[in-house]
């Protein structure tokens, strides 16, 4: 079984799948581990910085297509595959 790894953002963290706030334990190397106390959800938050490829702006999002995550740059709109390696 894989858990899911999102990027953190600035806003307070809601469940994926259901809008519930989650609770979560604080892990090393900048991750989080997050699970819903309603659907019992649980994934991981990294808070590392992505930047856009293309204009280096830091104001992206992460987006999962076909089982491929991906960051788009709200700026430029520049789409860019990612993998956690």
């Known amino acids: 079984m894989s858990?899911?790894?999102f990027i953190a953002s600035e806003q307070p963290e809601t469940c994926?799948?259901?809008?519930?706030?989650?609770?979560?334990?604080?892990?090393?190397?900048?991750f989080q581990f997050h699970r819903c106390p309603n659907c019992k959800y649980s994934y991981l938050l990294e808070f590392e910085q992505f930047?856009?490829?293309k204009c280096q702006s830091a104001d992206v999002f992460e987006g999962l297509l076909f089982d491929k995550k991906f960051i788009e740059c709200v700026d430029c709109k520049q789409i860019s595959h990612y993998d956690f390696c």
């Open 16 to 30: 994926r799948e259901c809008g519930t706030r989650t609770k979560f334990v604080e892990l090393s190397q900048g």
């Open 51 to 53: 930047f856009c490829e």
């Open 3 to 5: 858990t899911e790894i």
